[in-house]
């Protein structure tokens, strides 16, 4: 795969001269990107005074002349961050920072994720995107390396998404977008203020008939945000989403399949392979001014989230009285609070700033297991829900105060650290205890400090170095506490949480019109999490010693007066194993992962590149190259994913007339219909790692604002 980016680079770097002459031709001007901040734990500060890689995409961005169906559509240019579109509403889409969270089979860990301050993921680690909305999205804000720990358990990166703050009169907006494989979207959405309140409201469904057999989905969207100016200056603001997902699992094929027929899905349609969500969650935030130079935060949420999902587990596999069956049914009440104080001081005669907050978060669970099939085991009647095999209540809690403070040395240098003293508390109380199957209750307790520091040097005004260093943590999840290795009952509690430190050496620089951005970091974790044994549907997971990532990045984002604009996201990121461990039991030659085998699910190098014209007004075009090298699927790095290039192509139209705003678009993906696996789903034990994405794509949209 390194053909593929090497020569993409190269003929982006051929391109970029010829690019910056004609545009030198046009103007002699010199434009600057306009300032932009990022949220901390300190409140908001400017992305290039952050010690740290963070980067902030606007929803304009990730919208523009696209189905706005996934989040992955609009995040590709940013460097580190490993985002792979599953095409498969069954499941989320595949979300990885600096090689952290790549493991995961469903939904995201190892990343934290917010949604308007509500953190998306619950106290064990387990998260989901699902419930962002993109047609009202402010922004999106991707923070990565040392300083992602004092966000807590499972923050190996920090990915937060804003909704939109209502602004002037009232407007009301229609928006629509089809494209292949049946896909369709449509939405409104209210939004305005007057005098001291703002609200926003959007609601939009999204349903495809899926690119693969057995692959199609429904998601209604509903989301809302008010806004309120209180007397005494300060704010409340109350943010509502409910999200409802139906659809169907094609799941992961074999190398042999992936070759022969990428759209089958024969096993999927065998059981009816299939998934159901309902998330309905509500949060407050009330931020106050104490003084000149100090304020308080304070944020309640709460939510529920049920599921219910078919898997495609053999009968003959559920005879085992151990067995937790083929069907999952889970109801999840989940809920918190974060209250933080900030302050601005003078420390020996010079700027001091300190933050320091409480976090409790909380989950309760109920959790079902059902035989995915009625009648007799011989001639079973599949993808029906059956008996009864498994009935758990669990809670999951963390509770973590974090303090953070920046102490500006000289006109030039700035020191930042921080602490957070993160502890989770698990409680699973099994109440299914039936012949064989015995007593699975148990309780488990993990903390962990983690400080993080920095200093930063300004030379000039557009120039930025920093060395920042940090430890994170990541507690196993609810789902890999479930079961022991050995098939004895109880939580696993051989099971360690992965401790990792981590080093990055940094530079920012301005230039006319531009940003470039660059990292050079190292992390190094002991007490890895990985899969045990994976058969029957049943999946253990062990500790596998040290592993370590050594990586780079490079950013480019560049704009003319004349509406060029140019962005380059490259990664290379070498992710291995350390020590040698056995990826199943009972351990042999043939199952030793042998230290200095690459860790599944990561890219080694990743290059993203696009070029276009996008004036305020009239019509816009621009060309997106994305290539991603060799991917392994599992431990062993006997089974991969090749890599590949691909390229986008698309053209709009943006006009104002009166009181109304209209848009349209088209764009083609996967122009040369390349055949690749979009994603892998590591270390599936029946070797069926891959999910293929669709070739050539077309997709039409548009766009009506009124403006009251």
């Not at 900030?342 to 409480?358: I, K, M, T, Y």
């Not at 002991?526 to 950013?555: C, K, M």
Request: aromatic share 8%; hydrophobic share 35%.
């Amino acid at each position: 795969m390194k053909r593929p980016i090497l020569l993409s680079l190269a003929a982006l770097l051929s391109i970029l001269p010829h690019v910056s002459r004609a545009q030198e031709a046009q103007t002699d001007e010199v434009m600057d990107l306009p300032e932009v901040t990022v949220s901390v734990p300190r409140g908001s500060v400017r992305t290039f005074e952050v010690a740290g890689s963070v980067d902030r995409v606007d929803g304009s961005d990730i919208r523009e002349g696209r189905m706005q169906a996934q989040l992955s559509e609009g995040l590709a240019a940013v460097p580190g961050l490993q985002l792979q579109n599953r095409y498969n509403f069954a499941q989320d889409l595949q979300l990885s920072i600096r090689g952290f969270g790549a493991r995961s089979t469903f939904g995201v860990r190892g990343v934290r994720l917010y949604v308007d301050g509500i953190p998306a993921t619950l106290p064990d680690g387990q998260g989901q995107t699902s419930n962002i909305d993109i047609a009202s999205l402010d922004r999106v804000e991707i923070l990565r390396g040392p300083f992602s720990a004092l966000y807590g358990n499972s923050s190996g990166g920090v990915l937060q998404a804003f909704t939109v703050t209502g602004k002037g009169a009232p407007r009301l907006a229609y928006s629509a977008a089809g494209g292949s494989s049946g896909a369709w979207r449509q939405g409104v959405e209210a939004s305005g203020s007057e005098g001291k309140i703002d609200y926003v409201l959007s609601a939009n469904r999204y349903r495809t008939d899926g690119w693969r057999d057995h692959s199609a989905a429904t998601r209604d969207l509903v989301n809302g945000k008010l806004g309120v100016t209180l007397d005494n200056g300060g704010r409340l603001t109350m943010v509502f989403n409910r999200v409802r997902i139906s659809a169907q699992d094609p799941l992961g094929l074999t190398a042999g399949q992936l070759s022969d027929n990428p759209r089958a899905a024969v096993l999927a349609d065998q059981y009816n392979t299939r998934k159901s969500v309902l998330q309905t969650q509500a949060g407050l935030l009330w931020e106050h001014r104490i003084d000149a130079d100090q304020q308080v935060r304070v944020m309640l949420y709460g939510g529920q989230r049920a599921l219910n999902q078919f898997q495609s587990i053999p009968p003959s596999a559920q005879q085992s009285p151990q067995h937790a069956g083929g069907v999952i049914d889970l109801d999840r009440d989940y809920g918190g609070v974060d209250v933080r104080w900030r302050g601005s001081f003078d420390l020996a005669g010079l700027p001091f700033e300190l933050a320091a907050g409480l976090s409790y978060d909380s989950l309760r669970e109920s959790r079902s297991g059902y035989e995915n099939y009625v009648g007799n085991v011989q001639s079973p009647v599949l993808g029906e829900p059956g008996r009864l095999r498994r009935l758990e209540r669990n809670r999951v809690s963390n509770l973590d105060p974090y303090v953070q403070a920046t102490w500006h040395l000289a006109e030039q240098w700035t020191v930042d650290a921080g602490v957070r003293r993160s502890q989770v508390s698990f409680d699973s109380r099994d109440l299914y205890v039936v012949g064989a199957n015995g007593d699975d209750s148990g309780q488990a307790r993990y903390s962990q400090t983690l400080p993080v520091a920095s200093i930063r040097w300004q030379p000039s005004q557009d120039l930025a170095l920093y060395i920042s260093a940090g430890r994170g943590f990541e507690t196993p999840t609810l789902n890999e506490l479930s079961y022991r290795p050995n098939g004895t009952g109880g939580l696993n509690f051989a099971l360690r949480p992965a401790v990792n430190d981590s080093l990055e050496l940094g530079a920012k620089a301005r230039m006319a019109g531009g940003m470039l951005t660059a990292a050079l970091f190292e992390t190094r974790t002991r007490d890895e999490i990985v899969t045990a044994t994976s058969s029957g549907g049943r999946t253990t997971f062990q500790n596998a010693g040290r592993t370590r990532r050594l990586g780079f990045e490079l950013g480019w984002q560049h704009e003319t007066p004349s509406h060029w604009r140019t962005q380059v996201a490259l990664t290379w990121l070498d992710a291995r194993v350390r020590d040698s461990f056995c990826s199943s039991a009972p351990c042999s030659n043939s199952n030793v992962v042998a230290a200095g085998s690459r860790i599944p699910g990561i890219a080694k190098q990743s290059l993203f590149a696009s070029w276009g014209w996008v004036p305020p007004q009239g019509w816009r075009a621009g060309m997106e190259v994305r290539t991603l090298s060799r991917i392994q699927a599992n431990d062993l790095n006997t089974a991969s994913a090749p890599g590949y290039a691909v390229v986008s192509l698309y053209a709009g139209y943006v006009r104002q007339w009166k009181r109304w705003d209209f848009n349209a678009f088209a764009r083609v993906d996967n122009v040369a219909d390349r055949r690749y696996a979009g994603s892998v789903i590591v270390n599936e034990g029946n070797a069926r790692y891959f999910e293929p994405a669709p070739g050539r794509q077309w997709m039409v949209g548009m766009g009506a604002t009124y403006r009251f």
